[in-house]
């Protein structure tokens, strides 16, 4: 097993070896030329070269940038994604993310990590552990999701989180660590903040 392999499989892997160090580069050439496009040609070139680098995308895709990743392949993102400002993946470990998923500004996915014994993590040795999103997500500004994390369905992940464990479907969870508040409820349906109500009828 090389170490490609072992990173893929979760275990333990040198990220300089086995051709990873010339895979994170054809990835900057790609985010350099996503960062560094002109606004006036955004709209018709940041999809296309979103959809180059990552593993998988639906029809409609939306990153402002700038955006960071290790890989772009070990990233798939369902239909109507979209992410503010800021958005950094370390992809080392799958990231899956499904439908109607939105990310405010500076959100940050980290499947990486290291051992925490000083001569373990002296190694060189590094790990990567998945991370999955389900559908109609909404993650706020400023969140960092750790590795192993899945965030259920229909969530929402108050700004300034640090989400270390799983976060199960149709929840309202925020802090550090992250824990959840409460249960959306068909209740919610027809409140915008708090307590406003929509003043229209098409939502």
């Not at 639906?58 to 239909?79: L, M």
């Amino acid at each position: 097993m090389d170490q490609k392999e072992r990173m893929l499989a979760g275990l333990p892997y040198k990220a300089w070896l086995d051709g990873l160090s010339e895979e994170r580069e054809a990835c900057q050439r790609l985010i350099y030329e996503f960062n560094t496009t002109q606004p006036v040609e955004r709209r018709e070139k940041l999809p296309a070269i979103l959809k180059k680098l990552l593993g998988k995308t639906g029809k409609r895709i939306w990153i402002e940038p700038p955006f960071h990743c290790d890989y772009g392949w070990n990233i798939e993102v369902g239909e109507n994604f979209g992410a503010n400002y800021n958005l950094t993946v370390l992809d080392v470990g799958k990231v899956t993310i499904g439908d109607n998923v939105m990310f405010a500004p500076n959100v940050s996915l980290y499947t990486a990590g290291h051992p925490i014994h000083p001569e373990s993590r002296n190694s060189g040795y590094e790990y990567g552990i998945p991370i999955t999103i389900g559908n109609n997500v909404w993650i706020g500004g400023s969140v960092s999701v750790l590795p192993g994390v899945t965030i259920g369905d229909n969530c929402v992940i108050g700004a300034g989180s640090v989400v270390t464990r799983d976060i199960p479907p149709n929840s309202v969870a925020a802090g550090n660590p992250c824990r959840v508040l409460r249960t959306i409820t068909e209740a919610d349906r027809k409140f915008y903040f708090k307590d406003r109500e929509f003043d229209v009828t098409d939502y």
